[in-house]
T-cell receptor, first 113, second 113 residues
Framework: DADVTQTPRNRITKTGKRIMLECSQTKGHDRMYWYRQDPGLGLRLIYYSFDVKDINKGEISDGYSVSRQAQAKFSLSLESAIPNQTALYFC????????????FGEGSRLTVL | GDSVTQMEGPVTLSEEAFLTINCTYTATGYPSLFWYVQYPGEGLQLLLKATKADDKGSNKGFEATYRKETTSFHLEKGSVQVSDSAVYFCALSDLGATNKLIFGTGTLLAVQP
């Protein structure tokens, strides 16, 4: 089983719908991240969390919210999805310390029609 | 702000050819530099890293040298295989408290038999 698990792996939805992407990890890491990947733009940070009481905005947080339900769970929500939120979303984790190494899930592909 | 610039792809090579993927960076401090690889259908995983000038990171036959004078971290491999086909991302981190990474746009490598 994957150490960082994302659900759903694929989702097609309509404009205006609320969507939640979930991430769970068995690595025991305190830090969790949500990234968005778009062709030609690479990965951009949406939100990150260092523990259940610490949530921080990344560079593109508008239109998104997150919840850190437990050390192992970090969810990303789109309250009212729009077509330009169509992208591949990645959850990642890292241990304490600043090694620069992130551990990624397999991604959640979201299409907003 | 800090940024990473990678050569555009796709890069198409025959098996056993020499690979270079260029990466340059802009940073105000002294960042650590990374190459991540994304195989088809998977999340990113760390390939190699270098934390200070003149350091060479290496893994799986890939190498990259941290060149402060040219602000570069080019990825090289002497003889590519079909299994190396993937998207390669250059990234930097200031290894500050957030452990955040700034990614380049990614370079698709396709190796043909």
């Amino acid at each position: 089983d994957a150490d960082v698990t994302q659900t759903p792996r694929n989702r097609i939805t309509k404009t205006g719908k609320r969507i939640m992407l979930e991430c769970s990890q068995t690595k025991g890491h305190d830090r969790m991240y949500w990234y968005r990947q778009d062709p030609g733009l690479g990965l951009r940070l949406i939100y990150y969390s260092f523990d259940v009481k610490d949530i921080n905005k990344g560079e593109i947080s508008d239109g998104y919210s997150v919840s850190r339900q437990a050390q192992a769970k970090f969810s990303l929500s789109l309250e009212s999805a729009i077509p330009n939120q169509t992208a591949l979303y990645f959850c990642a984790t890292s241990p304490l310390g600043n090694t620069g190494e992130l551990f990624f899930g397999e991604g959640s592909r979201l299409t907003v029609l | 702000g800090d940024s990473v610039t990678q050569m555009e792809g796709p890069v198409t090579l025959s098996e056993e050819a020499f690979l270079t993927i260029n990466c340059t960076y802009t940073a105000t401090g002294y960042p650590s530099l990374f190459w991540y690889v994304q195989y088809p259908g998977e999340g990113l995983q760390l390939l190699l890293k270098a934390t200070k000038a003149d350091d060479k990171g290496s893994n799986k036959g890939f190498e990259a040298t941290y060149r402060k004078e040219t602000t570069s971290f080019h990825l090289e491999k002497g003889s590519v295989q079909v299994s190396d086909s993937a998207v390669y991302f250059c990234a930097l981190s200031d290894l500050g408290a957030t452990n955040k990474l700034i990614f380049g746009t990614g370079t698709l490598l396709a190796v043909q038999p």
